[in-house]
């Protein structure tokens, strides 16, 4: 019977010890296409870059699925994750479109499952599901994608896409939207999602689990914590919004550049901060050291060149005034390259163009050169909003100082604490403000508004910080997808909800070769799970003697005395079965004489 | 203590089987009954964009790569009939939120996919694209350079 016992022991074991040292998480792709269409497109295709599908709709399947391995092997879950996606023929120049299906919030974990992390607040489902340890909603799926039929992506698995949209990297990026990339806010109102009705109760509007870490610097809110109008007003501060998650911090030096360029407003404290630009395609580029300076407005002749006297458009009347310090201009009228060239005339050493009123909801354009004044303009200029414009030269009465510089002790997308940027430009840009990382980032990162050429299809640092702001929001690394976190998981990669320790040391019993710690390997061992108390104990009477050595065969003196014990013996059996326990522990060296003498004075006490 | 190795060990294999769910890979499967409320939402967003009244938009910029010129065009009115209906479709969001509110006091809101990204695209003149990851009708219409006829 115990070899029976051993051997099914034995059996258990070889399981644990087959079990995947990384589960993932296992990602179904429905395919809703009908016949002979989409993922079922028969049309002849030759295998490329990796994909070795025959027909079109093979490989489409076979990108998707790339793409869906290369998440599913890198998140942790227990639940599924259904994905319905098909091939539709949308219009030209629109590819697709992804996102999560339902959210949730307040759940309850089933243990040891953490449930949700934060009350009254949004999680995608898939993430819901994760945290749960259960799927929310066994009929709906968790992701919703459709991509375009028309149009022509390359189906190739290696990146090696040439002038192509690779569509591994596409199918990343949106999955990730639908993973957890995203908030759940009108950014052009502020309000979260929520105003639920469900017969007589009402669900407030409430926040989501991305918003938890989304803090302006401005103010140091987070977005989980603003009103709707602070959250308008942040969704618009360009280079000011961050993400405070512990796991993408961490990532920041690993995967950016130092080297930002940066328009940054030095003083008055009031505006001081980076500013959203444009940049010109003439005269000297950003670079470093750059240049810093006052900034003075150009005043000129309003004239038929230029009707106002703040849009540059003829020499500067306060050419003294502007010498040596950074022009600020007003667009309009007249070229972007007359107006920095009359601002290089009157001795400027940069120059700022900031929208006019007839742009004023326009993002800071990027200012195109012309043939013939372009070549001749030797000074750095950039152009800005109409409010941040605004806001400079309502500060130009107490002095205003600047700098347009590559800045070497800043990575490029992120803040000066280190932290990420997330895009926030003027104008909002529902969906692709705050949902991003910043576009300034560099190295080009998979989730920034625009699928880059340069992308691999890495998730992960030191290429990408995708993963990590999975984790910060609650895909914890979970290998063995119990339900408890690798780092307090006792063992990160056999499944062991209960944590069950028996001999408290740091691998619980799931994993542990020798659960009793008697120092004989369970394989070897004829009770894994000795009795181990400290001291060797009969009835009431403890005697003092060690027990926790036991003998070679995994059995502990107390084991033994035990087996005795429930043979219900009688007192002199007891004591003859006694001493030969604790004789042979004497002599195996496992006790000292008086230890046998305290044991057998135990049982003679019995 | 036979029987409480063979009860641990049933323990074991049982969470073993159970608890050692193996990463299977990612997988195509079809017919799901997940995909009908996709199915039901497309439909009534494609019902709701081709009901609403017929829009007059013009293409204003020149987003598309002629294969044939190897030059960049403005879309024809078609095509800008075309991207003004799937943008409508992809971009519809649900006037309400439908809740559901489970027994264990969980909230779920039934987005039906109301916060789907979309992806738009406008060609380079080398013939590769730029694309911009959007959320909003309004927004999508910016980048591809499409504006009402009124504005003209």
């Known amino acids: ?606 | 203590m036979i029987r409480r190795v063979l009860e641990l060990c049933a323990v074991a294999v049982c969470s073993a089987l159970l608890g050692a769910q193996a990463y299977a890979g990612a997988k195509m499967i079809s017919g799901s009954p997940r995909a009908e409320k996709v199915n039901a939402a497309n439909a009534s967003r494609r019902i709701a964009a081709q009901s609403a009244p017929r829009e007059k938009w013009t293409g204003t910029k020149a987003i598309i790569f002629d294969a044939e010129t190897k030059s960049l065009r403005k879309p024809t009115a078609v095509e800008v009939a075309q991207m003004v209906q799937s943008l409508r479709q992809l971009t519809t969001r649900p006037a309400r939120i439908s809740p559901k509110i489970a027994a264990n006091g969980v909230q779920q809101g039934d987005i039906s996919g109301a916060f789907a990204q979309v992806l738009v695209a406008r060609a380079r003149p080398d013939g590769s694209v730029e694309t911009k990851c959007v959320q909003t009708f309004d927004e999508a219409a910016e980048f591809l350079g499409l504006e009402p006829e009124a504005a003209q």
């Open chain 1, 1 to 606: 019977m115990k070899t029976i016992a051993r051997l099914f022991l034995f059996i258990a074991i070889a399981i644990f010890a087959a079990a995947p040292a990384f589960a993932g998480a296992n990602i179904f792709i429905i395919n809703n296409d009908g016949p002979n269409e989409g993922f079922n497109d028969p049309t002849a295709a030759a295998p490329v870059g990796g994909n070795p599908g025959t027909t079109l709709g093979l490989q489409r399947q076979f990108a998707f699925v790339h793409a869906a391995n290369i998440w599913g092997s890198t998140l942790d879950s227990n639940v599924d994750i259904y994905v319905v996606a098909a091939f539709n023929p949308l219009a030209p120049n629109v590819l697709g479109s992804a996102g999560a299906w339902d959210v949730f919030s307040d759940f309850a974990g089933t243990p040891p499952f953490p449930g949700s992390a934060f009350p009254l607040t949004w999680y995608n489902s898939a993430l819901a599901d994760k945290r749960g340890g259960y799927d929310q909603d066994v009929t709906s799926p968790d992701i919703n994608a459709q991509f375009s039929s028309n149009f022509n992506f390359y189906l190739g698995l290696d990146a090696n896409h040439g002038a192509q949209l690779d569509l591994v990297a596409v199918l990343l990026h949106e999955l990730g939207h639908g993973l957890g990339f995203q908030n759940f806010v009108n950014e052009v109102t502020g309000a979260n999602l929520g105003n639920f009705f469900d017969g007589p109760r009402f669900y407030p509007l409430q926040t989501d689990v991305y918003s938890q870490f989304t803090l302006d610097i401005t103010n140091n809110l987070l977005w989980s914590n603003m009103t709707n109008a602070q959250r308008a007003a942040s969704a618009v501060r360009f280079g000011r919004v961050v993400w405070t998650g512990p796991a993408v911090t961490a990532a920041v030096p690993s995967v950016l550049s130092f080297g930002s360029p940066e328009v940054r407003v030095l003083s008055p404290a009031a505006i001081a901060g980076a500013y959203q630009f444009g940049a010109a395609s003439f005269g000297t580029p950003i670079g470093n050291p750059g240049i810093t300076g006052s900034v003075i407005a150009a005043v000129d002749a309003a004239n038929v060149t230029g009707p106002t006297t703040t849009d540059g458009c003829t020499p500067f009347t306060n050419a003294a005034a502007v010498a040596g310090k950074i022009a600020l201009i007003e667009r309009g009228t007249c070229g972007f390259t007359l107006k920095v060239r009359n601002a290089q005339d009157a001795g400027a050493i940069g120059a700022i163009i900031y929208n006019n009123a007839a742009n004023a909801g326009a993002t800071a354009p990027g200012m195109a050169t012309d043939p013939v004044i372009g070549p001749t303009i030797t000074i750095t200029s950039v152009s800005l909003t109409r409010p941040d414009g605004l806001a400079i030269l309502g500060q130009l009465g107490g002095g205003v100082t600047a700098s347009i510089k590559v800045d070497l002790s800043i990575r490029a997308g992120a803040d000066a604490a280190g932290r990420a940027r997330l895009y926030a430009p003027f104008p909002v840009a529902p969906g692709s403000s705050i949902s991003h990382f910043d576009t300034v980032a560099f190295r080009n990162q998979l989730m920034e508004p625009a699928i880059n050429g340069d992308l691999t299809h890495s998730v992960k640092p030191p290429e990408d910080m995708t993963l990590p702001l999975m984790r910060d929001i609650g895909w914890f690394p979970d290998a063995d997808v119990d339900g408890v976190a690798d780092g307090n998981d006792n063992c990160p990669t056999v499944a062991n909800g209960d944590q069950a320790n028996y001999d408290g040391d740091s691998q619980g019993d799931a994993c542990d070769p020798d659960d009793d710690n008697d120092g004989v390997p369970d394989v070897n061992d004829q009770n894994p799970f000795s009795d181990i108390r400290p001291t060797v104990q009969i009835g009431t009477c403890d005697s003092g003697a060690p027990n926790g050595i036991a003998f070679p065969t995994g059995l502990t003196i107390q084991d033994r005395i035990n087996a005795l014990l429930a043979t219900n013996p009688n007192h002199g059996q007891l004591v003859s079965g006694v001493n030969v326990i604790i004789q042979e522990a004497e002599d195996l060296g496992l006790i000292t004489k008086n230890q046998r003498k305290a044991i057998h004075a135990c049982a003679a006490h019995n």
